[in-house]
């Protein structure tokens, strides 16, 4: 089955850096669009970033736009989200998620925690 | 940027009762572009819905979608203890892919 495993959450500090990983198994990764989700803590659902299959393609959210780097290892069946210049309103729990291509996202990861906090 | 806008924000109801909920559009969405997902506490959302009325794998039939337009409904027949959770819309028509703000069911 289709699994999606997220990892490299923590708590860092305002202005830092930080990578998060999801690591893929279950399906045919390099088809497959890969988007990032985020989710404040007792609010709702915010879309961060898409990558599709080339890994060529990328699109943002305006607010991670110029800060955040979606890229994929299609050898490796993993998606990174490479967050730079971080700040207090990107803490979240982080999720992945696919889209086969126009599609709904229909399979998530169980996210990983970033805290930004001083 | 096409906003979601869900109602009510939260539905409080029992065991076996009916439950609608509501998800409007700021702008045309082609309704082969709407999902739903359910958030259970502490869980990953979970896909529900795609196509506005098609259900994904696994969902049992009392969760029915329908709409069209700006304006779509999720409708869960009779309310299993196991579905009161959040539940959200989202359009995937265009980027930036957005996401309703949320209608939670909670028990009665």
């Known amino acids: 089955q289709v699994q999606l495993v997220e990892s490299g959450g923590g708590v860092v500090q305002p202005g830092t850096s930080l990578r998060l990983s999801c690591a893929a198994s279950?399906?045919?990764?390099?088809?497959?669009?890969l988007h990032w989700v985020r989710q404040a803590p007792g609010k709702g659902l915010e879309w961060v970033a898409v990558?599709?299959?080339?890994?060529?393609?990328?699109d943002y959210g305006d607010s991670v736009q110029g800060r955040f780097t979606i890229s994929r290892d299609n050898s490796k069946n993993t998606l990174y989200l490479q967050m730079n210049s971080l700040r207090v309103e990107d803490t979240a729990v982080y999720y992945c998620?696919?889209?086969?291509?126009?599609?709904?996202?229909?399979?998530w990861g169980q996210g990983t925690l970033v805290t930004v906090s001083s | 940027e096409i906003v979601l806008t869900q109602s009510p924000g939260t539905l409080s109801l029992s065991p076996g009762e009916r439950a609608t909920l509501s998800c409007r559009a700021s702008?045309?969405?082609?309704?082969?572009?709407l999902a739903w997902y359910q958030q259970k506490s502490g869980q990953a959302p979970r896909l529900l819905m795609y196509?506005?009325?098609s259900r994904a794998t696994g969902i049992p039939d009392r969760f029915s979608g329908s709409g069209s337009g700006t304006d779509f409904t999720l409708i869960i027949s009779r309310l299993e203890p196991e579905d009161f959770a959040v539940y959200y819309c989202?359009?995937?028509?265009?980027?930036?892919?957005?996401f309703g703000q949320g209608t939670k069911v909670e028990i009665k």
């Open positions: 279950g399906l045919t990764f390099s088809i497959y669009g």
């Open positions: 990558i599709w299959g080339n890994g060529v393609t990328k």
């Open positions: 702008q045309t969405v082609s309704s082969t572009y």
């Open positions: 989202q359009q995937y028509r265009s980027s930036p892919w957005t």
């Open positions: 998620a696919t889209d086969a291509g126009g599609a709904a996202f229909d399979y």
């Open positions: 196509g506005a009325s």
